[in-house]
């Protein structure tokens, strides 16, 4: 595991991943379910488009946003991107996940865009912030 003052792992690093995504692209709308799966000694198993890209945003992004440090409130834009909603559950390096992402204010949406490949890649989840 990591935490403060730990070397953030690396995309070849043997970071445990065993991740669930259910995706909604609109209120009351059908469910997009994606899976991602990495553990040591075994292939990578996923059914997302670019699987590669979601490990490496997971393993760049993933401890700040599933796990984030309590801080003072932070200022977000007051911007829509979209009514999509994606749920993440599962572990991450052993911890338990399970974290909600939208597209409903600034910091939302960088959020998003931070862990696009994992969140199925679409509209919505790519582009520039």
Same mark, same amino acid.
């Given at each position: 595991?990591?935490?403060?003052?730990?070397?953030?792992?690396?995309?070849?690093?043997?970071?445990?991943?065993?991740?669930?995504?259910?995706?909604?692209?609109?209120?009351?709308?059908?469910?997009?379910?994606?899976?991602?799966?990495?553990?040591?000694?075994?292939?990578?198993?996923?059914?997302?488009?670019?699987?590669?890209? /979601?490990?490496?945003?997971?393993?760049?992004?993933?401890?700040?946003?599933?796990?984030?440090?309590?801080?003072?409130?932070m200022l977000?834009?007051?911007?829509?991107g979209g009514?999509?909603?994606?749920?993440?559950?599962?572990?991450?390096?052993?911890?338990?996940?399970?974290?909600?992402?939208?597209?409903?204010?600034?910091?939302?949406?960088?959020?998003?865009?931070?862990?696009?490949?994992?969140?199925?890649?679409?509209?919505?989840?790519?582009? /520039?912030?």
């Amino acid at each position: 595991m990591t935490g403060a003052g730990a070397n953030p792992p690396t995309p070849d690093s043997d970071l445990d991943l065993d991740l669930t995504v259910t995706l909604t692209e609109a209120p009351g709308g059908p469910e997009r379910t994606f899976t991602l799966a990495r553990r040591p000694g075994h292939p990578l198993e996923s059914n997302l488009p670019d699987p590669a890209g /979601a490990v490496a945003a997971v393993v760049r992004f993933g401890e700040g946003i599933f796990f984030p440090v309590p801080g003072p409130p932070m200022l977000c834009t007051q911007q829509y991107g979209g009514p999509q909603v994606a749920v993440v559950t599962g572990t991450f390096g052993g911890r338990q996940v399970h974290s909600r992402f939208s597209l409903t204010d600034g910091c939302e949406i960088a959020r998003w865009h931070a862990l696009a490949p994992l969140l199925g890649g679409i509209s919505g989840s790519t582009g /520039a912030v």
